[in-house]
Each structure stands twice: as structure tokens, then as C-alpha cells.
């Protein structure tokens, strides 16, 4: 195990467990390993911490606990949402979403069209927003459901949740949001916001990868995703991940507890680092609105240099950050959310994504703004940029 200390701004990627989360966990990996279906009471006790860990959860996001279905990630929440709305209205054939969603929603939609479902994807604007009247015009009577994320992984953008809700609340049509990025950074308040279903994802949330959340709205009609056993009132078969559910009751605990000034310190830290980089760095400027967006994303273009370059001379000053750049690992396209703001090839290819979370110091944005200025001097000295060069593998999107 490397134990070098890391300068990690890729918090959308992923989050650092917090020591409190761990020990949380512990005691369900030591002593109480039980099935929580079982009858009996050793099998209960574990029962009652994932209702507590649920209630937790609820109370991050305002809504009634019973609303709650805990699955495996958030890529499995957002094709549940999508999958129930399309078998429990089997004459609706079509979802409406934008170009710019995580793989995780893309992905499943360009397999419905291929199984012969419609699918429209959204553009967006240059600067990332969508236009809702657009939208409100492609919702047709045989829609399924509405799919649009809240904040974008990318470029941190933030969609006007509410408005959309409403706008499908006005047509009689279900409507979806992945809210993976939200959470410790935004308040949410499902009561407000009139989703019908909402994804979340603890591992961008301090807690460990491998358990999301998919809100469902009291009376939305729900069919499961993946069937087995009765788990989760028949909503999600599999034995639960208990461990895990406690760490996301903890985490959301701790976001909830968090003080107002944590996230404007987050946000302070972003802009210091933002702004720093483009006074420093000629040739260099933000992706996407610079408000409403997360107030610990940036992402930022350096021209005539390619991010992948960019990654591995800042991985060697111990700098961990991502690619604007999209998809699966190996995929040689660039992000296909850049592309869909009308970001050239070479544009795409020179982005890099900075993102913040709670551990991040100033002492360590200083660190970023000493060593990146002179990463991209001597990248643009030692090997120049070309439009159409191939890109080498690049990051996956998370
Ligand atoms: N949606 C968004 C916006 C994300 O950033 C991610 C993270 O990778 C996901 C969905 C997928 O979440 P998970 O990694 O839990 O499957």
C-alpha cells in the first residue's frame, strides 16, 4: 500500500471515508454479521440499524424513511428509476434526458433505444443550462418518464430541479434526478423539490463505494429492478450490505451536522483556486456556467495542452485530479459532455477537472498553484498540441 500523502481534488470521483463512518461499520463486520431477515433476534438487532441508518438518510434529504430504497450505487438507482417507470406504464414507450447525464443514465438509455424503446437526449447551451422550454415541448403524451440530473459530474452545473419537476408535475409525467453530486455539498429537501425519484451515491458522500439510494415518492408506482427476496418492502431483492448502510446513515449524520461555514469554506477554497489559475495561466479558461454550479467544481480548459499530459506530471507532485474528459477507462473520446456544450475536440482534450471536498486545506490549494503553472509551461514547451492528434486512453467519468 502507497502511503505517501495525496493533494486529492477529484471529490466528485470520490470521497475519503470519514474516520467516523469506519468506525461505524466495524461493529457489523465483527459482531453483528447476522441476516437482518432472519427470525431471530440476533438477525433483528441488525434490522433495527439499518431502519436507523435509513431514518438518518431520510432526514438528509427531508423525506419520510418508508420513501427510502437502499441498492447497490447510484448507477443501479438511476436505471431502477428508469426501468420501473417504463414496466409500470408498459404503454409509454419514450424517456426524455439530457446529452449531458452520467454514463450511468447514458449508458441505459442507448440500451433501451437499441431494445426499441425512444429516447431523446437534451442538448445544452455553451455554458452548460438547458432550456426548459425545450424540454417542456419534448415531453410527449407516450413519455415515460423525465430524466435529468441536478449537478453535472463534470462541469458542476446545476440544473433548475424544481422548475423541471414542475414542469412534469404539469404534464402528468414522472420525473427522475440523479443527485449523486449533491449531497454535503447543496441542501436537498425532496418535499420541495416534487421528484418522484431521486438517486444518491455514499461514496461521494464520505461513506464507502458500493451502496446508493433511490428515493420514491409516497404512491409512485415501483417495480424492482433486481427481484429475489423480500428485502427492502419488495423493492430491491438481495441481502442487504449492512455495513454499508450504517456507514451512509453515519455520513449523512455528520453532512447533517456539518456547519453552514463548512461548504462556504469549500467554496472559498475553489474560487481561490480557480481564480489562481486563470490569473497565473495564460490560455486557460472555465467549462461550463460559473453560477448555479457546486460550489467545489472547476473545470478548466488549458489550450494547446492535453490533460492527459496535465494528470501525469501533477500525479507526480502527488496531485490527484481528473480529466474533463469522459467515459469508461480506454475509451479514446473525449467527454461527451464538453462535446455536447459545443466544446471542440481540442478544447475537450485540454480540460481538467478540479473538484473539493472536506479535507481539502488551503496549504494544499497553494501547493496546486505553485506546481500547475509551471506543468503547463513545460508541457506547451516540450510537446504542442495538435487538433486531431489521438488522444491516449483517458479517466473514467465519475
Ligand atoms: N451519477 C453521477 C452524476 C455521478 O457522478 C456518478 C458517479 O460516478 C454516478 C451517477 C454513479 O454512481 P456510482 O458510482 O455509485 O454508481
Request: contains cysteine.
Amino acid at each position: 500500500m502507497n502511503e505517501s500523502p495525496v493533494y486529492y481534488f477529484d471529490n466528485n470521483a470520490t470521497t475519503r471515508i470519514a474516520p467516523e463512518v469506519v468506525e461505524t461499520m466495524l461493529p457489523f463486520l465483527k459482531e453483528y454479521w447476522g441476516n437482518p431477515s432472519s427470525a431471530y433476534t440476533f438477525g433483528h438487532q441488525v434490522a433495527k440499524h439499518i431502519e436507523e441508518a435509513r431514518a438518518k438518510v431520510a432526514a438528509l434529504i427531508n423525506s419520510d424513511p418508508r420513501e427510502l430504497v437502499f441498492t447497490s450505487c447510484g448507477t443501479e438507482s438511476n436505471n431502477s428509476a428508469i426501468h420501473s417507470a417504463l414496466i409500470t406504464h408498459p404503454e409509454k414507450r419514450h424517456v426524455l434526458t439530457t446529452a449531458v447525464e452520467h454514463s450511468a443514465n447514458i449508458k441505459f438509455c442507448d440500451f433501451l433505444q437499441k431494445h426499441g424503446h425512444d429516447v431523446t437526449f437534451l442538448p445544452v447551451e455553451s455554458d452548460g443550462s438547458l432550456d426548459l422550454h425545450l424540454l417542456e415541448q419534448s415531453i410527449r403524451p407516450d413519455t415515460a418518464i423525465v430524466s435529468v440530473m441536478w449537478a453535472n459530474n463534470e462541469t458542476g452545473v446545476i440544473f433548475p430541479i424544481e422548475e423541471i419537476a414542475a414542469i412534469c408535475r404539469s404534464k402528468g409525467t414522472l420525473f427522475h434526478t440523479d443527485a449523486v453530486q449533491m449531497p454535503g455539498k447543496v441542501e436537498i429537501d425532496v418535499k420541495e423539490l416534487g421528484a418522484d425519484f431521486l438517486s444518491l451515491s455514499a461514496h461521494k458522500l464520505h461513506a464507502p463505494k458500493g451502496i446508493g439510494l433511490l428515493y420514491v415518492k409516497r404512491r409512485t408506482k415501483y417495480h424492482p429492478y433486481i427481484m429475489g427476496g423480500g428485502q427492502e418492502r419488495g423493492r430491491r431483492g438481495g441481502t442487504e450490505n449492512v455495513a454499508n448502510i450504517a456507514a451512509f446513515g453515519r455520513a449523512a449524520e455528520l453532512a447533517l451536522e456539518s456547519p453552514g461555514d463548512e461548504k462556504t469554506r469549500i467554496r472559498a477554497l475553489r474560487d481561490k483556486l480557480e481564480g489562481g489559475i486563470l490569473s497565473k495561466i495564460p490560455g486557460a479558461s472555465r467549462n461550463g456556467a460559473k453560477e448555479p454550479r457546486l460550489p467545489n467544481t472547476s473545470n478548466i480548459a488549458f489550450d494547446s495542452v492535453e490533460a492527459e499530459g496535465i494528470l501525469m506530471l501533477l500525479d507526480q507532485a502527488d496531485i490527484c485530479v481528473s480529466s474533463g474528459s469522459a467515459c469508461t477507462t480506454g475509451s479514446l473520446d473525449p467527454s461527451h459532455v464538453l462535446m455536447a456544450m459545443g466544446s471542440s475536440v481540442a478544447r475537450a482534450r485540454s480540460s481538467v477537472r478540479f473538484s473539493l471536498g472536506r479535507y481539502n486545506t488551503e496549504t494544499e490549494v497553494d501547493y496546486v498553484l505553485k506546481h500547475l503553472p509551471g506543468v503547463i509551461a513545460r508541457l506547451r514547451t516540450n510537446a504542442p498540441f495538435k487538433e486531431g492528434k489521438q488522444a491516449r486512453p483517458v479517466t473514467q467519468d465519475a
